[in-house]
């Protein structure tokens, strides 16, 4: 996992910070949460496994206890239909401080559809970050489609990515972030 | 035609700053070729058997001279004195250097154009009716539209990565130029008064595409009033996003969405994501304004044409002296088209000189020349057709000798359009790494072959489209003759289709047999072009009589003397 992440607030700017959260692939799964690098008590599990350990309906006191704590979210898998859970989303909305949705590899561009839908279908107001094989010049379209936060791929200089947030002062076309640009009226 | 305003021009200007920086990291190495790639193909930069290739867009076909004398400029400047037109309304520039294109894209810059979005799995150019605003056929003029969605879908944030490339048309006419049902989505403009308070509406065609599948789009919405296109086109694009295939290349493109889910569930879907893109408090914030149409739609407004008479065709043709009068007349009845407005027509310059370059090629000198005659003749602007052809839209009647006799001089007269040269052919394995086999000498043998302009004009409206290869750049699909070169054990083959059409009665042309050797293509031709000779009754034209005997004449024909796979290239 990348140790920082690019944190970009809709109405802030981004800044570098510590990456507090995990991502957990879902292997080797035991039924609970896995052990977690040290340090860290906060874990993104996968939707589908969220799904078939539903605390609602898995009395799973551990995964319990630490939703209790905020100390879980979900991640989404580039084709899980988020559409399809509309409720178990709409419950999430008060455990999950962050939600993240997954990008297999940096073409792969359904988790902007992912982040627009939970931005403007479910008026997500948490965190949504960008986590996978997540590039520097895939920052700008993120940013503006409804992520607010970045995992880079290990190798990516974060120094560059900062860089791309303010490349453009103008869009022509409304997104989450900012509405497209009109001409000043004379 | 439209002009930047301070937005457009500054977000072009920012793409140049961002390309230059991904062409720097590239080049130091901190971004890798496979990670590159597709950030260049979304400026349109292609890697090509021999060298880099540029792609520039000319949004719906609108060029000014100023614009061309650019592309002359950028043609000497960085690549080897030429650029092929090609049938999306794009220009490409087959020899540039890596390290050169972020210059090419600032001159570019300076004068409104740019290569965004002309490749890449994203939204390309958006294409349209050369004729656009002065055909005679047209009942609604499609550029607003056209310039309003092109501005909506460059750099759109949530279609930057869709499963595979996404073509629009745009068509306001009674005659489809745009072959809209071969694109991702057609959009049809029509004028209905019990519709949107009678004012424009779009039907909707989704799921076409030529290709390895080639399919016909399907009508799946009627009657969108114009203001909504943002929201309905959004809601379809991200049907498609999120269900199109990503796990097989050849299975991505939407028109496979489209068949395997059907037609009617395809727009099912559509109409329940627009349900909640399109809310009546969303709506104001998402869709088009009449305020921002006014804004676009002023730069479409009639040039300022004289009031004159129309001229009948007789008059036009006895204004030419007698030595030139039948050459004259030729080129009228072929390149020149009717116009709305009395007195004036639209011309159409021939880049299908018969066996010397590739269709669609211009030299600088002829893009220079052109200029000059659009300034002379048709108010500094001209257009790029599908077919690979310029036009000069808005010319005097008066002024037509002049101009033919000009163009003369600079090669671009040849009477073709239409006919059987005026081939239609992608750039081919003589520069694209994707391409199976050549289409440039193909089609130059077919015009030797049939370099007689009385039995071309005899034979009269036959398309004739090459691809390189199954991704049917050339578009053979809808070539009433199509010819596809594919690949046997290492040697380049051409199978000939038959029966395609473009226009209001599209069909995808079908596959007459087994392929033949290069050096046979001509004579197949030639067998083809016979059987129609002596089948046709009266001025049947070449589909006609085709669509009446179906295929076994014409095959018949082809094989009694050919494809007995007698290897051999051109000579």
């Known amino acids: 996992m990348n140790k920082q992440i690019i944190y970009f607030p809709k109405d802030g700017k981004p800044t570098v910070v510590a990456n507090e959260w995990q991502v957990w692939d879902g292997e080797r799964d035991e039924g609970g949460i896995p052990d977690l690098e040290h340090g860290l008590h906060k874990v993104l599990v996968p939707f589908h496994w969220w799904r078939m350990h539903n605390p609602a309906h898995h009395q799973n006191a551990d995964v319990l206890d630490k939703a209790g704590k905020g100390e879980i979210g979900v991640w989404f898998a580039a084709d899980d239909d988020i559409l399809k859970h509309a409720e178990i989303i709409e419950e999430g909305k008060n455990l999950w401080p962050v939600v993240g949705a997954h990008f297999p590899i940096f073409r792969d561009g359904r988790s902007f559809s992912t982040a627009a839908l939970l931005r403007d279908r479910f008026e997500w107001q948490g965190e949504v970050r960008a986590i996978g094989d997540v590039l520097i010049d895939q920052l700008l379209q993120g940013a503006r489609v409804g992520f607010d936060a970045f995992e880079l791929r290990p190798d990516q200089s974060i120094d560059i990515g900062l860089k791309q947030f303010d490349l453009y002062s103008v869009a022509t076309q409304n997104c989450w972030r900012d509405t497209r640009s009109t001409q000043a009226v004379a | ?571």
């Not at chain 2, 070729?33 to 949004?59: D, K, T």
């Not at chain 2, 068509?171 to 049809?188: F, Q, S, W, Y």
């Open chain 2, 1 to 571: 035609m439209y002009k930047y305003d301070h937005i457009d021009q500054t977000l072009v200007d920012q793409r140049v700053i961002q390309f230059r920086d991904q062409v720097e990291r590239r080049l130091n190495g901190t971004l890798a070729e496979e990670e590159f790639r597709p950030l260049r193909l979304q400026n349109g930069l292609y890697h090509q058997r021999h060298a880099y290739m540029l792609r520039v867009a000319i949004p719906y076909g609108l060029l000014s001279a100023k614009q061309l004398r650019t592309l002359a400029f950028i043609a000497d400047k960085y690549d080897r004195g030429y650029g092929h037109f090609t049938t999306r309304q794009n220009i490409q520039f087959n020899w540039v250097e890596l390290e050169q294109t972020p210059d090419i894209l600032a001159e570019l810059a300076k004068v409104e154009m740019h290569a965004i979005q002309t490749s890449g799995n994203c939204i390309r150019n958006i294409t349209s009716d050369a004729f656009a605003g002065v055909a005679a056929d047209e009942y609604i003029d499609p550029r607003p539209v056209c310039e309003l969605l092109r501005q909506w879908s460059t750099l759109h944030p949530e279609f930057a990565h869709l499963p595979r490339k996404f073509k629009f048309a745009i068509n306001g006419a009674k005659e489809d130029r745009t072959v809209l049902l071969c694109h991702d989505v057609g959009i049809e403009l029509k004028k209905n008064p019990n519709i949107n308070n009678g004012e424009l509406t779009a039907d909707i065609y989704a799921g076409g595409g030529m290709g390895r599948t080639p399919i016909l789009g399907s009508l799946i919405k009627q009657g969108l009033p114009w203001q909504v296109l943002p929201s309905y086109l959004t809601a379809l694009l991200r049907v498609y996003n999120r269900f199109g295939r990503r796990d097989n290349l050849y299975k991505a493109r939407i028109k496979i969405l489209v068949k395997a889910l059907g037609p009617e569930e395809f727009a099912r879907q559509v109409e329940g994501e627009w349900a909640h893109l399109h809310s009546p408090e969303k709506q104001s914030k998402d869709n088009f304004t009449q305020l921002e149409w006014e804004r676009v739609a002023k730069h479409f407004t009639k040039p300022a044409y004289q009031k004159l008479n129309a001229v009948s065709n007789e008059v036009v043709i006895a204004s030419a002296p007698e030595p030139e009068r039948a050459a004259f007349a030729r080129w009228l009845e072929r390149n020149v088209k009717p116009h709305q407005v009395p007195g004036y027509a639209s011309v159409i310059l021939s880049l299908k000189p018969h066996g010397t370059v590739a269709p669609g090629d211009a030299t600088s000198a002829q893009m220079n020349a052109i200029a000059d005659l659009a300034d002379q003749y048709s108010f500094g602007e001209l257009r790029v057709t599908h077919e690979q052809n310029l036009v000069l839209a808005d010319v005097e009647q008066s002024q037509l000798l002049n101009l033919w006799r000009a163009a003369k001089n600079n090669n671009l007269a040849l009477p073709n359009i239409g006919l059987l040269t005026d081939i239609i052919a992608c750039p081919g394995g003589d520069f694209c790494s994707l391409a199976n086999a050549k289409s440039l000498p193909i089609a130059k043998a077919i015009q030797e072959r049939f370099d007689d302009l009385d039995y071309l004009f005899d034979l009269g409206d036959i398309s004739l489209n090459i691809s390189g290869c199954i991704n049917s750049c050339g578009h053979h699909h809808v070539g009433n003759i199509g010819v596809l070169g594919v690949d046997k054990d290492g040697e380049e083959w051409y199978q000939i289709t038959l029966g395609g059409e473009q226009g209001n009665d599209a069909s995808i042309g079908k596959v007459i047999g087994p392929s033949f050797y290069a050096n046979e293509i001509p004579d197949v031709m030639t067998s083809l072009i016979n059987t129609y000779v002596e089948q046709r009754t009266g001025d049947e034209p070449f589909i006609e009589t085709y669509r009446r005997l179906g295929v076994t004449p014409f095959k018949e024909a082809a094989y009694k003397n050919n494809g007995k796979h007698s290897k051999g290239a051109l000579a």
